[in-house]
């Protein structure tokens, strides 16, 4: 039977070799593609971009000769093509196809001397146990021409597969006779920096394709200073790249070694492009002295029942204002909280504050973690009041900034509130584009992302644009199924990273009594006890959201492009979700453009307002 098979996937890859040759002979002087069998027309090489969709991962390979190395090490600054197979598949859409594919772009290669300076194609096989590099060697051979640049490489064990696979997202299945395995197929094109640049399925994968995509990116000038999620003060301290590998190193910075800076004049004369007027915030705006005592009470642990957490621990400024770090931030004495922590950026326009929408205003809302068991832990608004009191470097400083009230309530509030009302950034690239006029300023990618937010990707239903401005959010609650998914859904099991390269599978009867059993969140429900509320949230605002993963209200989607994957399935079915979630039907492409869209979102000022808050000294008990 598996021979039958593979005669009829050889047969069928040879039509596709026949097609491509004929387009070769007669049409091998011209930009365009010759038209396939049936029809198909590639693109112009040049005539499109193709937007960043994530940065490429790493990891330590073997390849087919034996030698150790590393898929950064393999790629080696090239325009890459890779994909992951293994051996023995038999499938006709899955990996021989790919093999035959890259074999065939491999050709054309050799034929462009643009192509063949700056073209590797790599095959990974994901089966390390049977795909030994002198396995590896002997499937080479059956598609790789002595003179073509074609790595062929494998992991020493699975146990340094998983970490690869996961950061690619390809998922893999053994059969229960452990002979083949079920998978996707999926083939990555990279650019020169290591960016994923595209991602080819079965059904999108074709040589004509690939080598127009191929020549788009020898085409397009290299940026050299390629795309980063996070700029050096306004990234990620510790993005846990690695951290599945026993060498993992944190890039986290000691607040040490932060530096002292000076604070930023606080400009309130006019609101930055592209955001509301100063009249719209959810309170008075912020006057200085009462945003310095509150940026001086936002920094300090003694506020804190045991002096260990502050505002910032869970608001981190070089994280977003939120914590990259944690889908949910942890507490007083390691205590789990349910929610991911909200960016702070922009919050003094926000009404309805929460993911739950349980307050309106920043000087109620202040209270709630501070008076939170698994927040900062104080037991009564008077415990907190009177242990400032108690804080001789504030007495004075509350009397000075409020002369007839000193430390109360209301004052306390205040100054956390003012602070947080600081916060302001706008004038983005999308602001000075769409506001501004600059139509220089967005690039096409971009631009075209913007058209699929408002037009077929529909995201401008819940994440709204006035015609002066734009919060990116209606400020309502909408289901949109993870509340569920969570709450009615429960996995047997999961892996758990308990260290650098420590990973546990623990199902959840083992798990019971290591960590607090899982808290079912329903979400608005919560608040107002109607039963039409339950699992919805609140539209986050989508400014500065490059800076500001994970995303959800449980923080379980890592990337921007996973939840535009996640939008394009149309959420997570249940009674109640919300009728304005449906799927979407974005090619990866489509999904490239609508996350370079989102990424032209970032304001102008994040390092400004990281600084501004890096100059306030930690406080402690001492």
């Not at 064990?157 to 690869?164: R, S, T, V």
């Not at 002292?260 to 009249?279: E, I, K, M, V, Y």
């Not at 914590?323 to 003094?348: C, W």
Request: net charge negative; aromatic share 8%.
């Amino acid at each position: 039977m598996r021979n039958r098979l593979l005669y009829a996937v050889l047969a069928s890859l040879l039509i596709v070799s026949c097609t491509l040759d004929a387009h070769e002979d007669m049409h091998g002087g011209t930009q365009r593609t010759a038209p396939a069998a049936d029809g198909f027309i590639a693109p112009i090489p040049g005539s499109y971009e193709l937007p960043v969709v994530s940065a490429a991962a790493d990891g330590a390979v073997l390849d087919d000769t034996g030698a150790t190395s590393s898929l950064h090490a393999i790629y080696d600054e090239r325009i890459v093509l890779l994909s992951f197979v293994f051996t023995h598949c038999v499938d006709p859409d899955g990996c021989p196809l790919a093999s035959f594919v890259l074999s065939q772009v491999g050709r054309q290669v050799l034929r462009d001397p643009a192509l063949r300076s700056s073209v590797r194609l790599v095959t990974f096989s994901f089966d390390p146990v049977r795909d030994t590099p002198a396995v590896l060697a002997a499937y080479a051979k059956s598609f790789r021409r002595p003179e073509m640049d074609w790595k062929f490489v494998t992991t020493k064990d699975e146990a340094a597969l998983a970490p690869i696979l996961a950061s690619y997202g390809q998922t893999i299945q053994r059969d229960p006779d452990g002979y083949a395995f079920s998978h996707q197929l999926r083939v990555f094109l990279l650019d020169s920096q290591g960016q994923i640049r595209n991602e080819y399925s079965a059904a999108y994968l074709r040589p004509e394709v690939v080598l127009a995509d191929l020549k788009t990116l020898t085409l397009a000038t290299p940026d050299p200073t390629p795309i980063k999620p996070q700029s050096h003060l306004a990234r990620a301290g510790d993005d846990k790249t690695g951290y599945e590998n026993h060498d993992y190193q944190t890039q986290s910075r000691a607040i040490s070694a932060r530096g002292a800076f000076p604070r930023t004049p606080l400009n309130f004369d006019a609101p930055p492009l592209g955001l509301p007027p100063f009249s719209a915030l959810n309170g008075p705006v912020p006057l200085p002295s009462h945003a310095a005592l509150g940026r001086r009470l936002f920094f300090d642990r003694r506020l804190s029942h045991n002096d260990t957490i502050a505002c910032a621990s869970c608001h981190l400024p070089d994280q977003g204002f939120t914590n990259q770090e944690l889908k949910t931030p942890i507490g007083i004495e390691g205590r789990s909280v349910k929610r991911n922590a909200p960016s702070l950026f922009n919050v003094g326009y926000q009404h309805r504050l929460f993911h739950d929408a349980r307050e309106s205003r920043l000087e109620q809302q202040v209270w709630g973690p501070l008076l939170a068991m698994n927040e900062m832990g104080n037991p009564a608004v008077g415990f907190v009041l009177d242990k400032v009191t108690g804080l001789a470097d504030y007495a004075a400083e509350f009397a000075r900034v409020f002369p007839d009230q000193g430390i109360t309530m209301e004052t306390l509030g205040a100054a956390l509130a003012a602070y947080q009302r600081t916060l302001v950034s706008g004038n983005s690239v999308f602001d000075r584009w769409y506001f501004g006029g600059d139509t220089a300023a967005l690039a096409p990618s971009a631009q075209r992302g913007f058209e699929l937010f408002r037009g077929k990707a529909r995201c401008v239903a819940c994440h709204t644009i006035d015609k002066t401005f734009a919060l990116l959010t209606d400020r309502e609650l909408h289901n949109t199924g993870l509340g569920f998914e969570r709450s009615m859904r429960k996995k047997p099991a999961s892996d758990v990273i308990v260290g650098p390269g420590l990973v546990m599978n623990l199902k959840a009867e083992a798990s019971a009594g290591l960590n607090e059993p899982p808290v079912n969140d329903l979400g608005r429900y919560e608040v107002t006890q109607e039963p039409s509320d339950r699992w919805k949230f609140r539209t986050p605002s989508l400014r500065n959201v490059a800076h500001t993963a994970p995303y959800m209200h449980d923080g379980s989607l890592a990337t921007l492009a996973d939840v535009v994957r996640f939008y394009n399935q149309g959420g997570i079915a249940n009674e109640g979700l919300d009728p304005k979630i449906a799927p979407l039907y974005l090619t990866n492409l489509e999904i490239g453009e609508l996350v370079a869209f989102l990424n032209a979102l970032t304001g102008d000022n994040l390092e400004a307002l990281t600084r501004d808050a890096f100059a306030q000294p930690i406080g402690d008990r001492h």
